[in-house]
């Protein structure tokens, strides 16, 4: 989804603007330089800012990454990654924003997704003229580029240059060893009731492919609901359970699917559990989650 809408700012939200903008300019914060953010805005940011929010904990850990993170004082719910990132405020879920805790904070860059945080509160925020950059990954490729762009918009251009060259590396890694082999058929599972895998202009797609599987779920909708029938037609190789089913024991699931012992998955023992957090979030650890799953899905060549 692109930018959701939310309900207008009240009377107290231009107080808090005003008060903003204020403590920018007694701060001295007048030096800016004008960047194309990956939304194609022009925005002009500080040219070294001191109170960062985020708006997504992808963003959250680039930002811990590159050695931006003492300058974070504000969050999204479930930036639990690093440590110190789940001690600070909380600004809302990255698709329902609080633009009045945002505001609280007096950041003097904000940096939000364009995949998922509402529209209406990044245009208030500029209206207001609290600097918001933008970023845009949708392909592994792309959170390289998102994690140099960050860099470059909070001025750690050369540490977070020196990140995503380590991460293109790894990535390039994993595609020559995987190249010309088979493709084991991998069921990717995130629901349990309901039965959900990933499908679509997903990460976990992008990375099972990457990683050399064949997602079984790869020509359906984004997150797509399965009934246990389809599972057994496409008769999945490999069974990655993530941990987002949080709720449940991970034997549970394994158990589930071993009622069905004529599954090549579970005629081989090749059901995994892996951490969602690594699989779906655009920053660099999700450079781990495509390791981790080309070593589950061909383990020969990663030993």
């Not at 020196?162 to 190249?179: K, L, T, W």
Request: with cysteine; charged share 20%.
């Amino acid at each position: 989804m692109k930018y959701p809408g939310a309900s207008a700012a009240g009377t107290v939200l231009l107080i808090l603007a005003v008060a903003l903008l204020t403590s920018l300019v007694t701060a001295g914060a007048t030096r800016a330089l004008t960047l194309t953010d990956e939304a194609g805005r022009e925005v002009r940011v500080p040219d070294r800012s001191e109170r960062l929010v985020s708006l997504a904990p992808s963003i959250t850990e680039i930002l811990f990454a590159i050695g931006a993170g003492p300058r974070v004082v504000g969050v999204t719910q479930y930036s639990n990654y690093p440590l110190e990132a789940a001690r600070l405020p909380k600004v809302g879920s990255y698709v329902n924003l609080s633009l009045e805790k945002i505001l609280a904070l007096r950041p003097d860059l904000v940096i939000g997704i364009r995949d998922g945080n509402p529209k209406a509160v990044i245009d208030r925020l500029a209206e207001l003229g609290v600097p918001c950059y933008i970023v845009d990954p949708t392909s592994l490729d792309g959170v390289v580029t998102t994690v140099r762009n960050i860099g470059r918009a909070v001025g750690r251009e050369q540490a977070a240059y020196q990140i995503a060259g380590q991460m293109a590396s790894r990535i390039r890694d994993v595609e020559r060893r995987v190249a010309g082999l088979a493709r084991p058929r991998v069921f990717y599972q995130i629901g349990v009731e309901p039965i959900v895998s990933a499908g679509q202009g997903t990460f976990p797609n992008i990375l099972i492919d990457t990683a050399g599987g064949k997602n079984v779920a790869a020509d359906m909708a984004a997150y797509p609901q399965l009934n246990v029938e389809q599972v057994l037609v496409a008769r999945p190789e490999i069974i990655i359970v993530t941990s987002m089913t949080r709720e449940y024991d991970f034997e549970r699931v394994r158990g589930f699917w071993g009622r069905w012992p004529g599954l090549p998955a579970v005629a081989a023992a090749r059901i995994y559990v892996v951490d969602s957090d690594l699989m779906d979030r655009p920053s660099p650890r999700i450079v781990e989650g495509l390791e981790t799953l080309a070593r589950l899905i061909h383990p020969q060549k990663f030993k």
